[in-house]
């Protein structure tokens, strides 16, 4: 895979994750209004992780790629 592609890759990668975080929040808010502490605590931890973990990865396939920042 060509350092291009992998940057790339690796940013939309990010993209998705940091999109997962916002859509943790906003649902745990959702379920917050709606007096449901514990789902919503659930809710926005699982966002969390899952958008954290695209993130990382994508951040690794950006630094594999030896590209840089641009």
Known sequence: MSGNIKWTLGK???GMGLVV???GVL???S???EDEGLASMGFEFKGLMIGGGL?????FLERM???GAR
């Open 31 to 33: 379920l917050g209004m």
């Open 12 to 14: 939309t990668i990010q």
């Open 27 to 29: 649902g745990s808010i």
């Open 55 to 59: 993130f990382i990865v994508g951040w």
């Open 65 to 67: 790629s030896g590209s």
């Open 21 to 23: 975080v916002l859509a």
